[in-house]
């Protein structure tokens, strides 16, 4: 999945969003919170956040010093020649 996917997912859950608020108000039930600024300021911790956890995930997993199945990872990448 690339970003422009990850873009376009997190579109179609604001517009899904926005299709619920927008059936509440004919309902005429209304939620100070959920409003369209709302939905967009959480679209935009969305788009914000799910990068930062991708990189935070694949830092994690591309270190040697995390778990022991890496650090013997590591010792047998020196042990080759190839670290």
Sequence with gaps: MNTD?????????????????????????????????????????????VPFVLLVYGVWENTYIVTDK???QEQELKWKGLK
Excluded: D, H, P, R
């Excluded at 997912?9 to 600024?37: H, R």
């Excluded at 967009?40 to 956040?49: M, P, Q, R, T």
């Design 5 to 49: 996917k990850l873009k376009q997912y997190i579109g179609l859950f604001g517009g899904l969003l926005s299709a619920i608020l927008l059936f509440l108000a004919t309902l005429n039930i209304e939620f100070a919170w959920f409003n369209t600024e709302s939905i967009g300021a959480f679209e935009g911790v969305l788009i914000a956040a």
């Design 70 to 72: 890496a650090k013997k």
